[in-house]
């Protein structure tokens, strides 16, 4: 018992000095990918805090810019049209001054997105398992993609086509099935170690 005790307090310890660590802002934006539901807006407005940087959401400014929500677009104009006006507003962001951006679970998709997050950023892929990703989604009926059949039949062809891509993205992370300070704490350290064994590749901004 006291074994227990013990090495519960040193954890906590661990974790206290771990997250009282300095995090050294880094040089690019913090570009959070992945799946809907996997959490990128509600970890990134906490990771910019931690960051001390702004926060962006990749799909607000597309709204904004399009004067349409995001589901009226896919439905009066379509995906290919979306997917155009995605791919301007990521790039006119990331030529910006350095943030934390969250971006739509196709973004990374694209290939000429991709590229200019690998050029102008650093990538975190929040990966998450269908049961989670599905109890999430569900909460929100706006999610133009899941309005064509079974959520969870959609959501599983998602993970397998998007998956493999997901995983090109600098750190990956998963995403937990609780208090979103533990997926937090989760980036925090994976970025720590990114900076720490890529200091030169990960600090430079890019040249573009």
Same mark, same amino acid.
């Given at each position: 018992m006291k074994i227990d005790a013990?090495?519960?307090?040193?954890?906590?310890?661990?974790?206290? %000095? &771990?997250? *009282?660590a300095a995090l050294r802002m880094p040089a690019r934006s913090v570009v959070l990918v992945g799946l809907m539901g996997a959490g990128k807006s509600n970890i990134g407005r906490r990771?910019?805090?931690?960051?001390?940087?702004?926060?962006?959401?990749?799909?607000?400014?597309?709204?904004a810019a399009a004067g349409e929500t995001i589901e009226e677009i896919f439905q009066r104009h379509?995906?290919?049209y979306f997917r155009?006006?995605?791919?301007?507003?990521?790039?006119?962001?990331l030529d910006g001054p350095p943030?934390?951006? %969250? &971006?739509? *679970?196709?973004?990374?998709?694209?290939?000429q997105t991709r590229a200019h997050i690998r050029r102008r950023g650093i990538s975190?892929?929040?990966?998450?398992?269908?049961d989670l990703l599905l109890a999430r989604v569900t909460r929100r009926d706006n999610r133009p993609l899941l309005k064509e059949g079974d959520r969870r039949a959609i959501l599983a062809a998602l993970i397998e086509q998007r998956h493999p891509v997901y995983a090109e993205a600098d750190i990956v992370v998963d995403s937990i099935d609780g208090p979103p300070e533990l997926t937090l704490a989760d980036v925090v350290s994976a970025l720590?170690?990114?900076?720490?064994?890529?200091?030169?590749?990960?600090?430079?901004a890019a040249s573009g």
């Amino acid at each position: 018992m006291k074994i227990d005790a013990f090495n519960a307090e040193g954890d906590k310890a661990e974790r206290a %000095a &771990t997250d *009282g660590a300095a995090l050294r802002m880094p040089a690019r934006s913090v570009v959070l990918v992945g799946l809907m539901g996997a959490g990128k807006s509600n970890i990134g407005r906490r990771l910019a805090g931690r960051l001390n940087l702004p926060f962006i959401d990749a799909d607000s400014e597309i709204e904004a810019a399009a004067g349409e929500t995001i589901e009226e677009i896919f439905q009066r104009h379509g995906e290919p049209y979306f997917r155009s006006g995605e791919r301007r507003v990521i790039a006119r962001l990331l030529d910006g001054p350095p943030h934390v951006l %969250a &971006t739509g *679970g196709g973004a990374f998709m694209d290939v000429q997105t991709r590229a200019h997050i690998r050029r102008r950023g650093i990538s975190i892929w929040l990966r998450a398992d269908l049961d989670l990703l599905l109890a999430r989604v569900t909460r929100r009926d706006n999610r133009p993609l899941l309005k064509e059949g079974d959520r969870r039949a959609i959501l599983a062809a998602l993970i397998e086509q998007r998956h493999p891509v997901y995983a090109e993205a600098d750190i990956v992370v998963d995403s937990i099935d609780g208090p979103p300070e533990l997926t937090l704490a989760d980036v925090v350290s994976a970025l720590k170690r990114y900076l720490a064994a890529a200091p030169t590749a990960a600090g430079e901004a890019a040249s573009g």
